[in-house]
Structures are given as structure tokens and as C-alpha cells.
């Protein structure tokens, strides 16, 4: 909820989100779990308690919100812009990033071959998913009765 205003921006998902620090020349990758999905949202806003909690260490000093990892090595320098907010710029589109089995997704797509379904999230045909190479391909009943011939 928005304190200012009290207005609401419903959360429609929740998975696994990709966000590129920038370090210069550089920027380097941090996954975080569990993040909520708000699309009446316009930002990608990351709570700085959310970062303290995994261990993540923050300081801001001359204009620049330094992050470090656990381990101690910096991750981001991200400067200060409009408003006193520190801002990431990144390209159109979301890093929301959704990990389910192949089978889950073969479903999805109207039951097409779970090769065909493999190549287009290869070749970023679908976005926003990212297949579990843990998860054991099944069978599809259903993609078994379609390929039957009579």
C-alpha cells in the first residue's frame, strides 16, 4: 500500500527475480527469492531491510548507495537521482523470472512437444521462465491420447 495516498497495488505473483547492480564499467547479478509480483507497479522497488536480512551490507556516503555481499566484496555503487531515490536503470521489460518443469510449461503451451517448448525458452521465444533442470520429465496423458492415431 502506498502511505501517501493509501492507494493499493495488488501483488499477482511471487517468484524469483534477476536484478543487475552496476559497478562501474560492470554489473553483476544478485537473484532474489520470494519477490512479489505488483504489475500497477512502475517500479522495481527493492527494500533495503529485504537486502539486511540476507546479509547484505549498505552504506550511502557523497551521493552513492554502496552495497556489499555477505562475503564482504562490493556488489553496487548505484548514485542518487530525483527525489533523493537511488535508481537502477534497466532495459523495457521484466526480470521476473519464473522456474517450473518442462512438463508444467508443455501444459501451458497447449500440449506441444517438450522439445519444442525446450527450444523456444532457449531461444528466448518465452520469457519471464526458466526451466528446473532438477525437476524428472513425466509423461502427459493427455499429450498421449492427442497422438494417438486411429
Same mark, same amino acid.
Given at each position: 500500500?502506498?502511505?501517501?495516498?493509501?492507494?493499493?497495488? &495488488?501483488? /499477482?505473483?511471487?517468484? +524469483?527475480? $534477476?536484478?543487475?547492480?552496476?559497478?562501474?564499467?560492470?554489473?553483476?547479478?544478485?537473484?532474489?527469492?520470494?519477490?512479489?509480483?505488483? @504489475?500497477? $507497479? #512502475?517500479?522495481?522497488?527493492?527494500?533495503?531491510? *529485504?537486502?539486511?536480512?540476507?546479509?547484505?551490507?549498505?552504506? /550511502?556516503?557523497?551521493?552513492?548507495?554502496?552495497? *556489499? +555481499? @555477505?562475503? #564482504?566484496?562490493?556488489?553496487?555503487?548505484? &548514485?542518487?537521482?530525483?527525489?533523493?531515490?537511488? !535508481?537502477?536503470?534497466?532495459?523495457? #521489460?521484466?526480470?521476473?523470472?519464473?522456474?517450473? +518443469?518442462?512438463?508444467?510449461?508443455? !501444459? !501451458? *503451451? #497447449?500440449? /506441444?512437444? &517438450?522439445?519444442?517448448?525446450?527450444?523456444? $525458452?532457449?531461444?528466448?521465444?518465452? *520469457?519471464?521462465?526458466?526451466?528446473? @533442470?532438477?525437476?524428472?520429465?513425466?509423461?502427459?496423458?493427455?499429450?498421449?491420447?492427442? !497422438?494417438?492415431?486411429?
Amino acid at each position: 500500500m502506498n502511505a501517501a495516498n493509501k492507494q493499493q497495488f &495488488p501483488a /499477482i505473483g511471487m517468484g +524469483s527475480m $534477476v536484478i543487475h547492480m552496476p559497478l562501474g564499467a560492470v554489473s553483476l547479478e544478485i537473484t532474489l527469492e520470494n519477490v512479489l509480483y505488483a @504489475p500497477a $507497479v #512502475g517500479y522495481t522497488l527493492v527494500l533495503l531491510g *529485504t537486502l539486511d536480512s540476507l546479509g547484505y551490507h549498505m552504506s /550511502i556516503d557523497a551521493g552513492h548507495l554502496e552495497i *556489499t +555481499s @555477505p562475503a #564482504g566484496s562490493v556488489i553496487a555503487c548505484i &548514485p542518487q537521482m530525483v527525489h533523493g531515490l537511488y !535508481c537502477i536503470s534497466h532495459e523495457e #521489460g521484466s526480470y521476473a523470472v519464473e522456474v517450473i +518443469s518442462i512438463m508444467e510449461l508443455h !501444459c !501451458c *503451451t #497447449g500440449h /506441444i512437444a &517438450p522439445a519444442s517448448v525446450h527450444k523456444l $525458452v532457449e531461444d528466448g521465444l518465452v *520469457t519471464e521462465i526458466a526451466l528446473d @533442470p532438477e525437476l524428472h520429465k513425466e509423461h502427459c496423458d493427455m499429450y498421449i491420447y492427442a !497422438c494417438v492415431t486411429r
